[in-house]
């Protein structure tokens, strides 16, 4: 394998395929399977509501979709509950599917692993309950963003907190003939504790765990303009989407007060004048976001042209359509992307290269900076172009960073392959 | 195996090109497009006395305003000379997107000529001001005549691509001090003639004072109520209130409480 791969590769191969067959990690790929057609059908709900029905929506704008759709506030509402319904608690399905899948090996019986999955789902409300609501004796509310997909991390690890804990009372404790007794005892002890966890991080902490983690990613880079914290918020980004956190970390580049005072700038005065040329918006959001967050475009392109299997393509057929309004989730959670060793790493490089290219064509005025607001759902490729009313430099270089992104993660697609081939293969021969 | 490959990627490929074609094809009606939906972070809140006072007239309204409140607007107050030069006290501090900016004229009498003129006087303010501060959009609040300057300015001489968000008219007469129903005066036709221009996304609150049956002391309810002729049907939501209890008479209405509370909620927020 070592001259079809290389030496890199094939360290790489080894690394996944141990990964892969890690109980923990196979929880996790199989609640991702199960996850995957709600991702889908919500991303898909979402992305039509925003790039079509909304007024900041690229094909709203472009279509002039508001002159000619019939119901189209009806049609809104109906998406809106699609996606809420479905994004909105993917934390959920999440938490119930890691901790499932974890203590099926060993439960024999299935209300055994329903009720795990009950216990992990009530323990992800218990971390995310609306502090003031509870603090104030008012009647108890949850913090309902935090069950959707930017909420997929802590479900994993409540999931398997619950699983693992469950799967070792499972294996100590349930050994008699009659369970039902030891059943409601093990979830009882279960719920306690999680509830008691929950209360005391709600005592202690202002925010959720969720805001915890967000936070933790960004605080090294507040509103970073240097190329060090451009590169580091590029990277910390990618990271938090790789872990699972795949709500809007970077998005808030477009509404900064930098980018208004660019814009204003663009329209009072003649000429292109921006006053802030290197921002998160004009490098990073706007040149590494094709398909989403950590140009998931390339890849794609890679697994379209490259040495990808039947399943990589399904999914990327699959995930056609939200990938090319810049909507990752599917795509994310499809192959998956999420706490993949082999596709982690272009992951997080692929957007550092490409912040590098923009930065460096922006400081060497090779391309104007980016002024005009960006609609929703944009093919990447014109964001540039757009954004900056219409430089055809802005389009080449965004078509050199599509370009870059395929290559970096062409190498990477065929190894991922490979790995998911010799892990299948391992499992068959282990049974 | 390989031509499936390459088949693929160019299916791919004429995908994102195609879902590009919209995006070209739009891409020169973008400026107006972009202008159109253009809104600068500072939006001023533009307060304009009655006839008499200064435009130190609501010094004690923006404190009062800015008591007790995270967020402080700053003061601004501009005096349009009768020969249409314009004086400057107090200041916008840098980050303040909402500065409240009054607005009085050094020919401050009573009358329709006058209010005519203030009219024009604040059209002359306004637009240097927006040279200096780049906003295109506002609110305003015109206390007694100041809400017929603000009418008059709102039907005349609203400029291009600039946004009227909210008013508020303050014990304004519409129908000057005429109390009979069955008279209208000169400056009420007017108004009323040109009511269709007024800006179709404006709000509109007018507050009527009570002190007795039939007015605040100064201003008859006919006058006040006149406004629903100009506004109701042309502007986005126009409401009518009266206010009534302690300070509701035509001059205290500015510093009545439950008005500086409507303020607060619906032209400051």
Request: with cysteine; aromatic share 10%.
């Amino acid at each position: 394998m070592e001259q079809e791969t290389g030496w890199l590769g094939c360290h790489l191969i080894q690394l996944d395929v141990t990964f892969r067959q890690n109980s923990q990690i196979k929880a996790v790929n199989q609640a991702f399977h199960l996850a995957f057609p709600v991702v889908l059908v919500g991303t898909l709900a979402d992305m039509i509501r925003q790039t079509w029905l909304a007024s900041t929506g690229y094909y709203f704008q472009t279509l002039h979709v508001g002159d000619w759709l019939m119901q189209r506030a009806i049609l809104k509402h109906y998406l809106s509950l699609l996606s809420a319904g479905t994004l909105g608690l993917v934390a959920m399905v999440m938490a119930f599917a890691v901790s499932y899948y974890l203590v099926a090996p060993v439960a024999k019986r299935t209300t055994d692993r329903l009720m795990v999955g009950v216990v992990a789902v009530t323990g992800l409300k218990f971390f995310n309950v609306d502090r003031l609501t509870l603090l104030n004796g008012q009647s108890v509310q949850w913090l309902s963003n935090n069950l959707g997909i930017s909420g997929i991390l802590v479900g994993i690890l409540i999931g398997l907190v619950v699983g693992d804990g469950y799967r070792w009372g499972i294996q100590h404790w349930l050994l008699a003939e009659e369970r039902l007794g030891q059943t409601m005892t093990i979830t009882s002890i279960w719920l306690l504790v999680l509830a008691a966890g929950g209360l005391a991080w709600t005592l202690t902490q202002k925010g959720s765990l969720n805001a915890t983690f967000l936070s933790l990613a960004r605080w090294p880079f507040p509103l970073p303009h240097h190329l060090p914290g451009l590169l580091g918020f590029s990277l910390l980004t990618g990271l938090c989407q790789w872990l699972g956190i795949l709500g809007p970390v970077a998005s808030v580049g477009g509404q900064s007060v930098e980018a208004m005072q660019n814009l204003t700038s663009v329209l009072t005065h003649a000429g292109w004048q921006v006053p802030h040329p290197i921002t998160i918006h004009t490098v990073v959001d706007v040149y590494t976001n094709f398909g989403g967050p950590g140009m998931v475009l390339g890849l794609l392109l890679a697994i379209y042209l490259g040495h990808s299997n039947g399943a990589q393509r399904r999914v990327g057929a699959a995930c056609l359509l939200p990938t090319l309004g810049n909507f990752n989730a599917p795509l994310m959670i499809g192959l998956p992307v999420v706490l993949s060793p082999i596709l982690g790493i272009p992951f997080l490089v692929t957007p550092v290269v490409c912040s590098l290219l923009s930065w460096t064509c922006l400081q060497l005025h090779w391309v104007p900076a980016v002024a005009y607001p960006i609609a929703n759902g944009t093919p990447g490729i014109l964001q540039g172009f757009l954004g900056t009313g219409g430089n055809l430099a802005a389009l080449a270089l965004a078509g050199i960073e599509l370009l870059i992104s395929v290559l970096i993660y062409y190498p990477f697609v065929k190894w991922a392959r490979l790995a998911g081939e010799v892990a299948h293969h391992a499992e068959k021969t282990s049974h | 195996m390989l031509k499936k490959r390459v088949i693929s990627f160019l299916v791919l490929v004429t995908a994102i090109l195609l879902l590009s074609v919209p995006g070209f094809l739009w891409r020169p009606q973008q400026v107006t497009s972009v202008r159109a939906t253009y809104r600068s972070a500072m939006a001023p809140v533009f307060l304009v006395p009655g006839s008499s006072a200064t435009q130190n007239r609501f010094n004690e309204l923006v404190t009062e305003l800015n008591h007790e409140t995270t967020t402080k607007h700053s003061l601004l107050r501009v005096e349009v000379m009768t020969n249409g030069q314009i004086q400057y006290t107090g200041s916008i501090t840098r980050k303040d997107t909402q500065p409240i900016i009054v607005v009085g004229f050094q020919n401050h009498h009573d009358g329709y000529e006058t209010i005519k003129k203030q009219a024009v006087w604040f059209n002359l303010a306004f637009r240097q001001l927006q040279k200096t501060y780049h906003f295109n959009h506002f609110s305003a609040m015109g206390h007694s005549n100041g809400g017929l300057v603000l009418t008059l300015f709102l039907e005349h001489s609203l400029p291009k691509e600039t946004y009227a968000e909210r008013l508020m008219t303050i014990g304004t007469p519409f129908n000057l001090e005429e109390s009979n129903p069955d008279v209208d005066t000169p400056l009420f036709k007017e108004l009323s003639a040109d009511r269709k221009r007024l800006p179709r996304s404006l709000t509109v609150y007018s507050i009527a004072g009570s002190e007795g049956y039939a007015g605040d002391g100064i201003v008859p309810f006919d006058s006040v109520n006149r406004g629903k002729l100009i506004f109701q049907g042309n502007v986005r939501h126009f409401t009518q209130m009266t206010i009534t209890g302690a300070n509701a008479n035509h001059a205290d209405l500015p510093e009545n409480q439950q008005i500086v509370a409507l303020i607060r909620s619906d032209l400051l927020t």
